[in-house]
């Protein structure tokens, strides 16, 4: 499995912008199809996006088409989730996954960074 660690998390003010950074280790980063989930207090984890493995195509949750923007450096081992825009209701915690396969689990997880968006 790769290893995953998230970064980027703070508190903005609703309107701001956030990027965050997940840095992979372990396997070949390229080899995989990375995921931004979140989870809110109270709510179950929900599917942010996704990012094929060459950066070439990507997939969004409805809620925010238009705001976010998921690319990756695979020269790097990073995949970001940039988060413009920012409404109170994009507060959670943000993680990153991996899977090999276009469909099916994802395989490794990070550990989650706290965004938070005031009014």
């Known amino acids: 499995q790769v290893q995953l660690v998230e970064s980027g998390g703070g508190l903005v003010q609703a309107g701001g912008s956030l990027r965050l950074s997940c840095v992979a280790s372990?396997?070949?980063?390229?080899?995989?199809?990375m995921g931004w989930f979140r989870q809110a207090p109270g709510k179950e984890r929900e599917f942010v996006g996704l990012?094929?493995?060459?950066?070439?195509?990507?997939v969004y949750q409805d809620s925010v088409k238009g705001r976010f923007t998921i690319s990756r450096d695979n020269a790097k081992n990073v995949v970001y989730l940039q988060m413009n825009n920012l409404k109170p209701e994009d507060t959670a915690v943000y993680y990153c996954?991996?899977?090999?396969?276009?469909?099916?689990?994802?395989?490794?997880w990070g550990q989650g960074t706290q965004v938070t968006v005031s009014s």
């Open positions: 990012i094929s493995k060459s950066g070439g195509n990507s």
């Open positions: 372990g396997r070949t980063f390229s080899n995989y199809y």
């Open positions: 996954a991996a899977r090999a396969t276009d469909i099916g689990v994802f395989e490794s």
